[in-house]
């Protein structure tokens, strides 16, 4: 073989040689099952996170913490040293169960248990006030 044979051979076979040919074009990004359920819960859990704040944070009231009038008249009682809701149940109600009467108080005003501290200004339903 010839040098010049030799050298059209090589600049032939280069991998750098710039082709006129059409490239093939690059194929679709195809998603999966398991992929469209891990972009949809991606998606959906901000959307659900905002609605849990909203729920929590706009969420219902009472008549006491918003103003509104639902019909419900209340009063209010100072709780004295010693004094538990049983007891208060029991003196603002004496023939009816207190067990119904401490639910209607705390639900009035709120509270998460049943403690109160002397001092303490509580909301008690009108019907049950003397």
Do not use: C, H, K
Not at 66 to 95: K, R
Not at 108 to 119: H, I, T
């Amino acid at each position: 073989m010839s040098i010049a044979a030799a050298t059209l051979s090589t600049t032939s076979r280069t991998p750098f040689a710039q082709s006129t040919e059409p490239q093939a074009s690059t194929p679709r990004l195809r998603i999966t099952r398991r992929g469209r359920a891990v972009l949809a819960s991606l998606v959906a859990l901000p959307v659900v996170a905002v609605l849990g704040v909203m729920a929590m944070v706009g969420g219902g009231g009472s008549a006491v913490a918003t103003g509104a009038t639902s019909g419900v008249d209340f009063s209010y009682l100072t709780v004295q040293a010693g004094q538990s809701l049983w007891s208060i149940a029991e003196s603002i109600d004496p023939d009816g169960d207190p067990r119904d009467v401490i639910a209607e108080i705390r639900t009035l005003n709120q509270l998460e248990n049943s403690s109160v501290q002397p001092g303490q200004r509580i909301a008690i339903p009108a019907d049950l006030a003397n």
